[in-house]
């Protein structure tokens, strides 16, 4: 398989004013927020060096959907060409979980029945009022 540079992606980084290390570390910013802080692998230079050389043709999905979140465009117009007839749909990337409002757990609700009314008090009058003076 010949080694075919990818001028598009190499165009579009230059549209865009990035560096091989700055394209890196933008993707690295994206996949965080999509797929989560704490994955092992990272987006490097040599990474984007291969991809612009030609050496790797379609890139892990998740630096595609990265590419494409970045650049607003599809892997195909990125010069990317897709492993088989497969690969070309890449599969709808996880969304970052939603915020999620407190709700009060139910051990800290009370489920004790509401205190009885309280009687009057002894010292209270129980004597009608007074009726108005007669004319």
């Not at 802080?37 to 291969?50: L, Q």
């Not at 050389?53 to 897709?82: C, K, M, N």
């Amino acid at each position: 398989m010949d080694r075919q540079r990818n001028t598009r992606l190499e165009a579009v980084m230059a549209e865009y004013g990035f560096t091989h290390q700055g394209l890196a570390d933008e993707i690295n910013q994206v996949t965080a927020r999509i797929f989560g802080e704490n994955h092992p692998r990272k987006c490097t230079d040599r990474h984007v060096r291969r991809w612009i050389s030609g050496e790797v043709r379609w890139p892990w999905t998740r630096y595609l959907h990265a590419l494409e979140q970045l650049f607003d465009r599809p892997a195909q117009a990125l010069g990317f060409i897709p492993r088989g007839k497969n690969s070309a749909n890449l599969p709808t990337p996880p969304r970052p979980p939603a915020p999620t409002k407190e709700v009060p757990c139910a051990a800290a609700v009370s489920s004790s029945p509401p205190p009885p009314p309280q009687s009057p008090s002894p010292s209270a009058s129980t004597k009608p009022p007074p009726a108005a003076a007669s004319r």
